[in-house]
């Protein structure tokens, strides 16, 4: 308690004015361009993005209620980011819990091939995937998508759940054991439980990452169009931009809800690892 | 009387690390309701010992039997002890009562009586009210206490404690030393205590074992272990040991044997004083005292070389010698400790 005290006390004094003005310029530089995504959703121009717009309208979003192409494209990805997710949840505790309760020759060379999609730039990734599915003539299809997200959606993962892993402490298993609780209990009424808001923050983040990702599924995909790609294509046809913008603010609000969630979930647990991509 | 059981007995037990000997050949009996306390420094063996007896490791040669069945083999789970471990190791993510029922869930005894025994157990550690607060709402002492009835509640008939009281203050420590004995009591099961706090040891136990390097070095009643240590190491491991060696022990004693001499048996006497017959007597110079409240250590110089501490309770106004001062020492032959050929 006192040592919280104490931490408060150090933060008490103000900032300087320029700190102040930096932090502002930082936030306006960063969120300043969502807002002009969000004005041009309502303007009247559907060929350019004329400052300031002439005039505002609803219509588009009237407009993307009927255009089915938008709708499916969403769907796909959110079934790609479910299943993706689903699978790195399995995968990634899995390779946690190896490595956490393992030493074996080649460890720290395992970990580094497991956080190596997240750090690898997505174009690398994508160029391997593409060259490695041709390579063993797997046609690209929904699968080859989810295959490619998966491996970063792992990292993420992964991550969460060893540093939940290493916090906790390995004589609580132990505990479990001496009270009568074999390791398929133990897993279950110890283990699993304090990874819980662990692999949900994990789970989240990968769903947010794979839902918008688009570099890696451009070298993955075979005919299928996932938001990301269909909003790509979208921008450069010159007429009805503005839905485009509107599929933006839907995407916003998609992907903001669980990043969120996320962040309450496991603020007071300070090891959420991987969150950027 | 009737003979009491054994509850642990270890035979020619090894457990090797590669070229480690974390214990090495040890052989001991632990009878049924016995407070036994394993004492010795960090890396002598003693955790070991006592997760061996827990199943968390298995020997590398030698047998380990409870209840004179041997446990080669046999899982933690299915063993008849449990342990309160050093980090007491709470589960975080579960209240205090369900904490405490674990043991008894993970068995499936049925609800009521499960939450009957856990408020039972509660109520014999005093956390009668601490039932729905979760381990990171209680302090040092009441997670040790939580622990203990997590372990209790299971009804083993041998209890295990890593250093339980490792991590409290010193009057929680010592308060918690008077209730663990009564505990044991109350139960009537065996305890076993691992500690590398001797006060600790002596204090609680029926009979303690030192351990130093992976082997046992004397196994005794309390009393007999501070006052027949069987080797220097013990003697300098129990209370202060006051060791006296070559040139130092034949100034003291007339013979160059190691020997030993506890600080509270020396007299303390201005120099050239008589002493009585049949003690042993050595003229030394005081080379430090350190005034303790209930009494008073002095360091006194011998001719020889050596030193001896020299402890003196400070209950009458008797000879209270200066730093620097001549001073006469004299002690009962008895008490002198001797040790080796």
């Given at each position: 308690m006192r040592s919280r005290a104490a931490v408060l006390d150090r933060a008490t004094p103000r900032a300087g004015i320029g700190l102040k003005a930096g932090a502002w310029f930082a936030v306006l530089f960063l969120n300043l361009p969502i807002l002009f995504i969000v004005l041009y959703g309502f303007t009247?121009?559907?060929?350019s993005y004329s400052f300031p717009p002439p005039g505002l309208t609803t219509r588009w979003f009237g407009v993307i209620m009927n255009r089915g192409d938008f709708w499916d494209a969403l769907w796909l990805s959110v079934s790609v980011a479910f299943v993706a997710t689903i699978a790195a949840l399995i995968l990634g505790t899995l390779a946690a819990a190896a490595m956490y309760r393992f030493s074996f020759f080649g460890k720290e060379s395992v970990t580094l091939l497991i956080l190596l999609p997240i750090a690898l730039p997505g174009i690398v990734t994508g160029i391997s995937l593409r060259a490695a599915f041709d390579l063993a003539d797997v046609p690209f299809s929904y699968w080859t998508i989810v295959a490619g997200h998966a491996t970063f959606c792992i990292v993420v993962v992964y991550n969460n759940a060893i540093a939940r892993l290493r916090r906790s402490s390995p004589a609580m298993m132990e505990a479990s054991m001496d009270l009568g609780a074999n390791s398929l209990q133990t897993f279950r009424h110890v283990v699993l439980p304090n990874l819980a808001t662990a692999l949900l923050a994990g789970g989240m983040l990968a769903f947010a990452l794979s839902f918008d990702e688009i570099i890696v599924t451009t070298f993955t995909a075979g005919q299928q169009t996932t938001l990301p790609i269909w909003m790509f294509k979208e921008?450069?046809?010159?007429?009805?931009?503005?839905v485009t913008n509107v599929a933006a603010i839907i995407v916003m609000a998609i992907t903001f809800v669980p990043i969120l969630l996320a962040y309450y979930l496991t603020r007071d647990t300070q090891d959420v690892a991987g969150s950027g991509k | 009387m009737p003979q009491p059981s054994i509850a642990v007995s270890f035979r020619a037990v090894s457990r090797h690390y590669g070229a480690v000997?974390?214990?090495?050949e040890v052989s001991f009996d632990i009878l049924d309701g016995e407070f036994f306390a394993m004492l010795?420094?960090?890396?002598?063996?003693k955790t070991t010992c006592l997760r061996l007896i827990a199943g968390f490791e298995q020997p590398t040669a030698g047998l380990v039997a409870i209840h004179g069945r041997?446990?080669?083999?046999?899982?933690p789970y299915d063993r008849d002890v449990n342990t309160v471990f050093q980090d007491y190791a709470?589960?975080?993510?579960?209240?205090v009562r369900e904490n405490v029922a674990y043991g008894l869930m993970i068995r499936k005894v049925p609800a009521a009586e499960r939450a009957k025994r856990a408020e039972e157990m509660l109520a014999m550690v005093k956390l009668?009210?601490?039932?729905?607060?979760?381990?990171?709402?209680?302090s040092g002492g009441q997670r040790q206490r939580v622990a203990l009835a997590r372990a209790l509640v299971n009804r083993p008939s041998v209890l295990l404690l890593d250093e339980?009281?490792?991590?409290?203050?010193l009057k929680l420590r010592e308060q918690m030393q008077v209730e663990l004995k009564a505990i044991q009591r109350q139960v009537g099961i065996t305890f076993i205590y691992v500690t590398h706090d001797q006060g600790e040891a002596l204090s609680m136990s029926d009979r303690v074992a030192v351990f130093n390097q992976g082997r046992i070095e004397q196994i005794a009643a309390p009393a007999e272990l501070y006052?027949?240590?069987?080797?220097e190491f013990v003697a300098g491991f129990v209370g202060i040991s006051n060791l006296l060696q070559g040139e130092a022990a034949r100034a003291a004693t007339g013979a160059a044997r190691a020997c030993s001499i506890r600080p509270e048996k020396i007299h303390l006497a201005p120099a050239g004083a008589a002493a009585p017959g049949s003690a042993m007597r050595v003229e030394g110079e005081v080379e430090s005292l350190l005034y303790l409240g209930a009494n008073t250590r002095f360091d006194i110089r011998l001719p020889g070389g050596g030193y001896l501490a020299v402890v003196q309770q400070n209950?009458?106004?008797h000879y209270a010698p200066e730093q620097g001062s001549k001073v006469t020492l004299w002690w009962d032959a008895r008490h002198l400790m001797t040790f080796g050929g």
């Open positions: 009247t121009d559907e060929q921008l450069v046809r010159p007429h009805q931009r503005p | 000997r974390a214990v090495d010795g420094p960090s890396g002598s063996g041997d446990m080669a083999g046999v899982p709470l589960f975080p993510h579960m209240s009668a009210d601490f039932g729905a607060r979760k381990p990171s709402q209680l339980p009281l490792g991590a409290l203050d006052e027949k240590p069987r080797t209950r009458d106004a």
